[in-house]
C-alpha cells in the first residue's frame, strides 16, 4: 500500500521541488506531531497563523458550537449571521476610529484584491503604487502589485498601471500624483525580509496619500493579530491608512480575511452596479465564529505585551549569538516578526535544516534567501523560546549565554 507521502507528490499540486513534507498526526498550542512519533516546535506559526497556537480549545469550541447550528447559507452580505456582525463590531472597536465597516474574505490575497477594486472605484481612478519587495498575495491583482518581478513575469499581462517604489525611501514618494487610485504597503514588511521602516517614511507616506487623494491601503495581513507586539502594526506609526486588510492569524487557525474602511468608502460597493464586488463564502460563519473566540484569546491573555516582551528577550539572545562570529548579519523586526539575516544562503540553509534536525521548524522569506523568518506562536513559553534559541544557535555553530 503507497505511503499518505507518496500519494501526497501523486495527487497534490507540488508548488516547490522540496516540499518540508512532515506528515501531520494532530497540532497543538505550538507543537506539531506527526505520524512517525516525532514532534517539532513550530517556530514559524504554519507562516504567520497560529498566533494563539494550533488547535485551541477556544476556538475548537467556538468551531463546534457554530457548526450545530448552520454552515454556509446565503452568500456574502444578504442575511444577518450573528458570528459575522459579532467579529465585525468587535474589530471596529479595536480598529482607529476611521474604519467603520468589515468586509470579510477568505484569505489574504482576497482582502487585497477587494481592497483595491475598491480604491479604484471610490476615486474612479485607475493606477496604483506598490513597493519592491513587498508581498501581497497570488490572486493576478494581487500578484500585480506584488515587489518582485520573478513572481509576476509567468502571469503577465498582469493589471495595468501599476509602479513599484523603493521602500523606506522618502524622496521617491512624490511619485505619488492626483491620477493614483491607491498605494499598497505592508507596514513592516514581511516577505521582503522583516523590513521596519522609518515612522517618517510612513507619515509622509500618509501625508502625500493626503496630498494627492489616492487611497492608502495597509496590508495587516501578516503584521495583524498581535503578531508585532500591537493588535496592528499600524499602532507602532501612530497612522491610519483609509483600507486596512486583514487574514492570517484573524481566523484562529480557520481560513478567514477581511478589509476594513469608513462607511463611505465602503458605500461604493453598494451602488453603481450594486452587488460591485461579492463572495459565496467570504465571511464564513464557522471561520467568524473561530475568529471572535481567537480574538478574545489574544486580548484575555493579553497576547500583545506577550509578543513585545518576547521579542526584545529573543532578539537580545539572538544579538548575543551574532557576537560569536557565526555569520549573523542583522537581526530586524517587531514583537515576534523577527528576520535573522546571515551573510550567506548556505549559513542560512545550514541553519533551517539544523533546527528542524533538532526539532524545531524554521523557514525563509520568500524574496530573501539569506533571512530567516523567526514568527513563533505567541503562547509560547520561555523554555519553549528557549529551546527554539538553542537549535538556532547549535545549527549556525554557536552557543546560547545562559
Ligand atoms: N499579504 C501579505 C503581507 C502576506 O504575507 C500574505 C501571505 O503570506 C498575503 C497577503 C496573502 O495571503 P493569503 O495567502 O491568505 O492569500
Redesign the pocket.
Known amino acids: 500500500m503507497p505511503s499518505k507521502k507518496s500519494d501526497f507528490l501523486n495527487y497534490i499540486c507540488q508548488t516547490s521541488p522540496h516540499p518540508v513534507g512532515l506528515e501531520i498526526e494532530r497540532a497543538l498550542s505550538a507543537t506539531l506531531y506527526t505520524t512517525d512519533g516525532k514532534s517539532y516546535l513550530d517556530f514559524i506559526s504554519g ?2 497563523v497560529a498566533n494563539i497556537g494550533f488547535t485551541h480549545p477556544a476556538v475548537v469550541e467556538a468551531v463546534k458550537a457554530q457548526v450545530e447550528k448552520y454552515t454556509h447559507v446565503m452568500v456574502y452580505g444578504e442575511y444577518v449571521q450573528a458570528p459575522q456582525v459579532a467579529l465585525a463590531k468587535k474589530l471596529i472597536s479595536l480598529l482607529p476610529d476611521v474604519f467603520e465597516q468589515v468586509y470579510f474574505t ?7 484584491e477587494g481592497a483595491l477594486k475598491l480604491a479604484k472605484k471610490y476615486t474612479g481612478r485607475k493606477k496604483l503604487i506598490s513597493f519592491e519587495n ?6 493576478q491583482g ?1 500578484c500585480a502589485v506584488t515587489g518582485r518581478e520573478i513572481y509576476r513575469k509567468p502571469f503577465e499581462p498582469l493589471l495595468p498601471g501599476v509602479s513599484f517604489l523603493p521602500f523606506n525611501d522618502i524622496p521617491a514618494l512624490d511619485a505619488i500624483t492626483e491620477d493614483i487610485a491607491a498605494v499598497i504597503t ?1 507596514p513592516i ?3 521582503g525580509g522583516m523590513r521596519v521602516p522609518d515612522v517618517d517614511f510612513l507619515v509622509k507616506l500618509r501625508t502625500r496619500c493626503d496630498e494627492t487623494g489616492a487611497l492608502l491601503i495597509f ?5 495583524g493579530f498581535a503578531r508585532t507586539g500591537k493588535l496592528f502594526a499600524m499602532e507602532h506609526f501612530d497612522i491610519a491608512p483609509d483600507i486596512v ?1 486583514l ?2 492569524g484573524m481566523g484562529g487557525g480557520m ?1 478567514l ?1 477581511g478589509f476594513a474602511a469608513s462607511k463611505k468608502i465602503m458605500a461604493t460597493f453598494s451602488t453603481n452596479p450594486p452587488l460591485s464586488h461579492v463572495t459565496t463564502f467570504g465571511g464564513h460563519p464557522v471561520s467568524c465564529a473561530a475568529g471572535l473566540a481567537g480574538l478574545e484569546v489574544i486580548l484575555k491573555e493579553n497576547l500583545t505585551e506577550k509578543a513585545e516582551t518576547d521579542g526584545h528577550y529573543i532578539r537580545k539572545k539572538l544579538r548575543e549569538l551574532a557576537k560569536q562570529n557565526i555569520g549573523i548579519r542583522e537581526i530586524r523586526g517587531k514583537g515576534l516578526m523577527i528576520g535573522l539575516e546571515v551573510t550567506d544562503p548556505q549559513i542560512a540553509e545550514r541553519c533551517v535544516q539544523g533546527a528542524f534536525d533538532r526539532g524545531v521548524i524554521l523557514g525563509w522569506t ?1 524574496h530573501s534567501d539569506t533571512v530567516i523568518r523567526i514568527m513563533p506562536p505567541l503562547i509560547l513559553s520561555r523554555e519553549e523560546i528557549d529551546r527554539g534559541l538553542k537549535a538556532i544557535a547549535e545549527s549556525l555553530g554557536g552557543a546560547l549565554n545562559k
Not at 477568505?106 to 487585497?112: I, K, M, P
Not at 513587498?134 to 490572486?139: A, E, L, R
Not at 496590508?219 to 503584521?223: G, L, S
Open positions: 507562516i504567520g477568505n484569505s489574504g490575497t482576497e482582502a487585497n513587498s508581498f501581497h498575495g497570488d490572486s494581487s505592508e514588511q514581511g516577505e496590508d495587516e495581513v501578516q503584521t486588510t487574514a492570517k481560513p480575511g520568500l
